[in-house]
């Protein structure tokens, strides 16, 4: 709008001058362009849409593929287990709740032979990585909650082994040995085997730390351990290596610090590549040779989902390569907008600004978010509020106000963004068996499907009114909160992807980076508000590395919300914002900016790809299955190579030794310099 405005009135200025006329006459040419643009503004002039760069696969076809990618990945890999410690036979509630494998059930003698015939089966099928995991113990639980689905998501080749079923004969079949367990003493017999395999070229990982103990120590020698203490206090990473991607752009501090390392001494010839940033540091991350072999230690024991990237950067560093599929895309949401005028406690507006709620949004905060968006190229997905009511039956009133959807809506969408629903109202869409604990006094549970129905149809008609040639394909549940019945109901609307949240918090509908079996495609927020804390950093920098992902939730009401920084003021708030989107760009300048939609689409290829692999002759074959046009991987090297040429595709170099890979058909051969 400024622009436009100003583009405007400068020519007519110039105009003005040369025919010499008065400043009043200025004034009222300047009064006429006013009315003009509103004009043109109110009767909804045609904004342009700027095409898609990636379009969705129909609906349909995608839950088929989905669908049949499932049943082919349920027999994949399974948990290699001898029942010894589980008398009962049913998995941790852990296991039930991340894997989708055939389990093979201890204590009967078909499960035996079973297990026989797939050990026997694997000796046959050399793999890539087994997982070694303690069943019972809090530690390895955590591990494989955090690993398992990293492995998956990263699609590689993988088993899963419990210590007591681990044996030395296992150890050829793999490349990679991941040992997440707290109790070494449970490997007492396959620990020599292990060292052997490792001097012989094997690659092993300690995935977190364990409990010392004297079989722990008895890998030292191939760790490069010297001394170990108690646990330790790690307040802050700092990366002695730009080894991944943003890492050394900073240290990055942890919130709620605890005693989650070994505080050890290691031998010169490990490689660190992450420390702790305290004054005595403790090496968090190390690759060490040992023989033929490589050793890789995670000594960082937080294992949740915003730390996720660090632990697979670890796993990168195993053996020689390691190579996995990523979304390469950056995502702008736009809570409530456009929506009517947010109520709240303006005060700091009036402090800051000395202006209506309404008058800040249209001359002063949208035209700083719009500025940011130029800079960096950002296509921003809007979400529209039709009415902030409390009516959740009977029927759902149009809106007739629509000068501020209107004006908002339009610029959104010239300026290449998207619009999509967050719903009639801000009432999340869940029915009366949804408890709100207490938390959320305000809203009202909605008495059937189908009054949620009605209402979700009356924003979709209300907004295809406004926005004709939008399609309303991207959908943000209000509070994040959604239940089963509210998400069954989108599908039957032109929603097809749900941008709920990637990190829980208590109630919030929480999601992973992937296509739902009904073809919905999932596209977590990572990030959001105007205050980005140590803990919204790591989560980035972690999301940058595992996924190649950014999504950032713009709220509008910051400045109305002290719990979100209204104190602060605009123009800090706004200062912290400049300085996360500085910081995306700065340290992956490479990232697709995309609207919600095209994001839907890059995760819509970056899961339905399988991905496999072949080494020979300092080349590296990749063939993909489900290969839809375009793929995006992240390739490092351990051995400082070089990446010489990509046949079918193209690449970038992100940090040293990582590469970022687009794949455009579906053999790719990387050619590497040694
Ligand atoms: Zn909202």
Not at 464 to 476: G, I, S
Not at 479 to 504: C, D, H, M, P, Q
């Amino acid at each position: 709008m400024k622009k436009l405005f100003g583009r405007e009135k400068k020519e007519k200025l110039k105009n003005a001058t040369h025919i010499n006329m008065g400043g009043v006459y200025v004034l009222g040419v300047m009064y006429v362009i006013f009315m003009v643009v509103l004009i043109a503004v109110q009767a909804n002039v045609r904004y342009t849409i700027r095409a898609d760069r990636l379009t969705l696969l129909p609906r349909e076809e995608l839950a088929k593929l989905k669908t049949e990618q499932l049943e082919r990945m349920g027999s994949s890999f399974q948990i290699i287990q001898n029942g010894q410690s589980e008398a009962d036979g049913t998995a941790s509630q852990t296991e039930q709740d991340t894997l989708q494998e055939q389990e093979i059930q201890p204590g009967t003698d078909e499960a035996a032979t079973q297990t026989e015939q797939d050990i026997q089966q694997k000796q046959d099928v050399h793999k890539d990585t087994l997982l070694v995991i303690e069943e019972g113990d809090a530690g390895s639980e955590k591990a494989q909650k955090l690993y398992i689905p990293v492995f998956s998501q990263m699609k590689i080749d993988f088993d899963v082994c419990t210590a007591e079923a681990f044996e030395p004969e296992m150890i050829p079949e793999y490349d990679k040995i991941v040992l997440a367990i707290t109790h070494y003493p449970l490997l007492a017999d396959t620990i020599a085997a292990l060292k052997v395999w490792v001097k012989q070229g094997g690659s092993l990982m300690i995935a977190y730390p364990p409990e010392v103990s004297g079989s722990y120590q008895t890998l030292y020698e191939i760790l490069g351990i010297k001394d170990s203490g108690d646990t330790t206090l790690v307040e802050g990473l700092h990366f002695d290596k730009n080894f991944m991607i943003g890492g050394t752009a900073k240290d990055y501090y942890i919130i709620d610090a605890y005693d989650c390392s070994l505080g050890l001494s290691i031998t010169d010839d490990c490689e660190v590549y992450i420390r702790s940033t305290d004054e005595y540091s403790v090496p968090l991350v190390w690759r060490r040779k040992a023989g033929e072999g490589t050793i890789v230690v995670d000594n960082f024991g937080i294992l949740e989902k915003a730390y996720r990237g660090i632990h697979c950067a670890a796993y990168s560093l195993m053996g020689d390569y390691c190579i996995y599929p990523v979304i390469n895309g950056a995502a702008f949401y736009i809570d409530d907008f456009p929506s009517p005028v947010p109520g709240g406690d303006g005060q700091y507006i009036t402090r800051d600004y000395n202006m209506s709620i309404s008058d800040f949004y249209s001359q002063v905060w949208w035209n700083d978010i719009y500025e940011l968006a130029k800079k960096h190229n950002i296509y921003y997905t809007g979400l529209v509020i039709e009415d902030y009511s409390n009516q959740v039956s009977g029927e759902f009133v149009r809106n007739r106000e629509v000068r501020r959807f209107q004006y908002f809506g339009n610029m959104l969408l010239r300026s290449g963004g998207e619009i999509g629903i967050h719903g009639y109202n801000h009432m999340p869409l869940v029915l009366e068996n949804f408890d709100y604990k207490d938390q959320y006094d305000a809203y009202i549970q909605w008495p059937s499907v189908e009054d949620m129905r009605n209402a979700l149809d009356e924003v979709l008609d209300f907004t295809h009114d406004l926005f004709k040639d939008e399609e309303l394909l991207v959908y943000v549940p209000p509070s994040n909160v959604l239940s089963k019945e509210g998400r069954e109901l989108l599908n039957e609307t032109s929603i097809r992807s749900v941008a709920a949240v990637y990190l829980s918090t208590d109630m919030a509908f929480e999601q992973e980076f992937e296509v739902s079996e009904d073809g919905m495609i999932n596209c977590p927020r990572i990030t959001s508000g105007c205050v980005i804390d140590e803990y919204m950093e790591l989560a980035a920098l972690s999301e940058l590395n595992l996924h190649f992902v950014n999504t950032h939730f713009v709220h509008p009401d910051d400045v109305l919300d002290e719990d979100r920084g209204a104190r602060l003021g605009w123009a800090k708030l706004y200062k912290n914002l400049c300085s996360y989107y500085d910081w995306l760009y700065k340290v992956s300048p490479k990232i697709r900016n995309m609207t919600g939609t095209e994001l839907a689409a890059a995760v819509e290829h970056y899961d339905l790809v399988e991905v496999n692999r072949s080494f020979a002759d300092d080349k590296l074959t990749l063939k993909l299955d489900n290969f839809n046009g375009e793929n995006w991987m992240l390739f490092r090297m351990n051995n400082g190579e070089k990446l010489l040429r990509v046949r079918g595709g193209g690449f970038d170099e992100v940090a040293d030794g990582l590469y970022l890979i687009r794949c455009l058909k579906d053999e790719v051969e990387l050619e590497i310099y040694k």
